[in-house]
């Protein structure tokens, strides 16, 4: 949002919805408030937020259903088991005694699938908040081993999967002038690592896509934000609140803590990629 006086007690205020720019009238000494109120304007509150939640029925993705949801918001989690989907579902509802998180299955490699998950959930609910891109996993083939299979697949779940999901959901965030974009992925996204180079070219191919989708957005002064989590080791076996996470892993709570103070900013401030790991 751009502010500039005009007058001695006028301030142009270049609203950052499209073709809303306007001249506001107030006291100089309240500039603040006018800023902030413009801010807050732009804001949802979470308990009106749907979110999407790709791998949400198990590990990271787990605890940053569990945080959405207990912050009141609606989640959607997809992915392609069915069993381990309802199984979260369940407990997370349970645990908050109101239904809020829901499963489908979804194989986000499948564009007809995608669509229909997108569509689905638009009927439901008219919008999509927030959409977090946490599918992924890794082949372990070494530089001489890689196969064709392996390659692929790593590349069409973590890389593919993601354009694909951004693709379908885009125009509706764009409609509704709000969104975040969430992005899982790695300190292999910014590291090599000879056991796992399929993985890290997806990952570091994930923060370029990311970077261009950010672009874009800032250039067409879309409110939808692009956060990028570039974690290292995340235990996701010793998961409850009272267990010590293994040495050189941090506990997966740390992500869902970090999510939310991501999504909590000011609608004008994104945290771009953010590293965490253990000391
Ligand atoms: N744990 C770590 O140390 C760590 C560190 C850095 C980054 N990460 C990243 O964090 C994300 C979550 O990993 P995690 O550690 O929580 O492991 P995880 O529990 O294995 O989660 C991966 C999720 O991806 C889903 N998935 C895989 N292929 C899919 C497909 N084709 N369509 C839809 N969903 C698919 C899986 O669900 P289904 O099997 O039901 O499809 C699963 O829920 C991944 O992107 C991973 O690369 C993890």
């Known amino acids: 949002m751009e502010t500039r006086r005009t007058r001695r007690t006028h301030w142009y205020v270049k609203l950052p919805f499209r073709e809303r720019n306007c001249a506001l009238q107030f006291d100089v000494p309240d500039i603040q408030n006018v800023v902030s109120f413009v801010s807050m304007a732009r804001t949802k509150p979470l308990t009106e937020q749907v979110a999407i939640v790709t791998g949400g029925g198990t590990g990271i993705g787990r605890a940053f259903t569990e945080v959405l949801a207990a912050a009141g918001a609606q989640v959607v989690i997809a992915s392609r088991r069915s069993d381990v989907l309802r199984r979260t579902a369940d407990e997370i509802n349970a645990m908050l005694g109101a239904e809020r998180v829901f499963s489908r299955e979804c194989d986000i490699r499948d564009r007809a699938g995608i669509e229909e998950l997108v569509t689905d959930v638009l009927t439901r609910w008219q919008s999509i908040d927030v959409l977090i891109n946490n599918s992924g996993l890794a082949v372990p083939e070494t530089v001489e081993e890689i196969t064709d299979e392996g390659w692929d697949k790593v590349m069409e779940t973590n890389l593919r999967g993601v354009m694909q999901l951004v693709r ?93 103070y991501a999504l909590s900013l000011d609608r004008n401030v994104v945290l771009e990629d953010i590293n965490l790991h253990a000391r």
Not at 214 to 240: H, S, W, Y
């Open 168 to 260: 379908a959901v885009l125009p509706h965030m764009r409609r509704n002038d709000f969104g975040d974009i969430v992005n899982v992925s790695s300190q292999a996204g910014k590291h090599g690592y000879a056991d796992v180079p399929s993985y890290c070219a997806s990952k570091f191919g994930l923060l370029g896509y990311a970077e261009a989708l950010r672009d874009q957005l800032r250039k067409t002064d879309a409110n939808i934000r692009v956060f990028n989590f570039c974690p290292g080791l995340v235990d996701v076996e010793n998961i409850r609140p009272e267990q010590t996470p293994r040495a050189g892993f941090i506990h997966v709570s740390n992500m869902a803590r970090t999510l939310m």
